[in-house]
C-alpha cells in the first residue's frame, strides 16, 4: 500500500474511533455500578439469592464473549417467531424495532454489560471481603448505621484496593469491543476488515492494532495515575 492508502485507511477507522468509544464507555457506565450490586447479592445470606447469582457468573464468565454478542442479537427476532408466549410479552418484543445501527449497538450493549458485570462482580466481592471485620465492629461502636459504615468506611478502601484489577478488566474491555463486528457493529476491526478486502492488504489490520495499542496504553496511564492518587491510604 501507498502512503496515501494507508493515510485514506486511518482517517477512515477515525471516524469509527467515536462508535468504539461509544461502546467502551456505556459498558463501563452500566456494567461496574451492575458488578457491585452483583456482588452484594452474591454475598447475601439469603441461599437462593446468592444460588441464582453464583450461576449468572458462572454462565457469563464460562462461555464466550462473543456467543453472547450472538445470542443477544438473534434472541429477539427468535423469540418473536416463538409460539406460546403470553400476550404482554408477545407485544412488547413486536414493538422493538430489530433492524438499523440503533438495535446493533443496545443488542451489543446488553451482552457487554452482563458480561463485565459478572467480571467486576468477583472483583468488588474480592474487595470487600478483604475489608477487616474489625472495621464493621469499631464502626458499630461509633453508632454508625450499615449504609454509612459501607459507604464511608467500607467502599473507599475496596475502591483502592480493587483497582488494579479493576484496570486489567478496563484494559481488556477496549480489546474486546472489536468482537462486536460478528454482529456488524460498525467498529474500527469491521472497517479494518473491510478496507483489507478492498487493498488485499494486512495494513489496515495492523493499523486497527495501532489504535487499540494507543488506547490501552492511555489507559494503562491513567491507572498508575488513579493508583497513584489513592495512595493517601498508606
Given at each position: 500500500m501507498s502512503g496515501s492508502e494507508i493515510l485514506g485507511v486511518v482517517k477512515i477507522l477515525l471516524n469509527y474511533l467515536g462508535p468504539t468509544l461509544k461502546l467502551?464507555?456505556?459498558?463501563?457506565?452500566?456494567?461496574?455500578?451492575?458488578?457491585m450490586v452483583v456482588a452484594l447479592l452474591k454475598m447475601c445470606r439469603f441461599k437462593p439469592i446468592s444460588w441464582l447469582t453464583n450461576l449468572y457468573i458462572l454462565v457469563m464468565r464460562g462461555t464466550p464473549l462473543m456467543l453472547q454478542i450472538i445470542v443477544a442479537y438473534f434472541a429477539i427476532p427468535m423469540l418473536r417467531r416463538a409460539e406460546g408466549l403470553p400476550a404482554f410479552l408477545s407485544d412488547f418484543l413486536n414493538g422493538i424495532q430489530i433492524q438499523g445501527e440503533q438495535f446493533v449497538f443496545r443488542a451489543v450493549l446488553f451482552a457487554f454489560v452482563f458480561n463485565y458485570a459478572a467480571y467486576f462482580a468477583e472483583i468488588f466481592r474480592g474487595g470487600i471481603e478483604s475489608i477487616p471485620q474489625g472495621q464493621y465492629e469499631a464502626a458499630a461502636?461509633?453508632?454508625?448505621?450499615?449504609?454509612?459504615?459501607?459507604?464511608?468506611?467500607?467502599?473507599?478502601q475496596v475502591i483502592k484496593r480493587v483497582v488494579p484489577a479493576s484496570s486489567n478488566e478496563i484494559i481488556t474491555l477496549?480489546?474486546?469491543?472489536?468482537l462486536a463486528n460478528v454482529v456488524a457493529y460498525a467498529e474500527i476491526t469491521l472497517k479494518a476488515k473491510e478496507q483489507?478486502?478492498?487493498?488485499?492488504?494486512l495494513v489496515p489490520l495492523f493499523i486497527a492494532g495501532a489504535f487499540y495499542f494507543i488506547l490501552a496504553t492511555i489507559l494503562t496511564l491513567l491507572s498508575s495515575f488513579v493508583e497513584k492518587k489513592l495512595n493517601y491510604y498508606k
Open positions: 467502551f464507555g456505556f459498558t463501563l457506565l452500566y456494567s461496574i455500578p451492575l458488578g461502636a461509633l453508632s454508625m448505621t450499615k449504609m454509612q459504615t459501607f459507604f464511608r468506611i467500607i467502599l473507599p477496549v480489546k474486546d469491543t472489536s483489507m478486502q478492498n487493498y488485499s492488504s
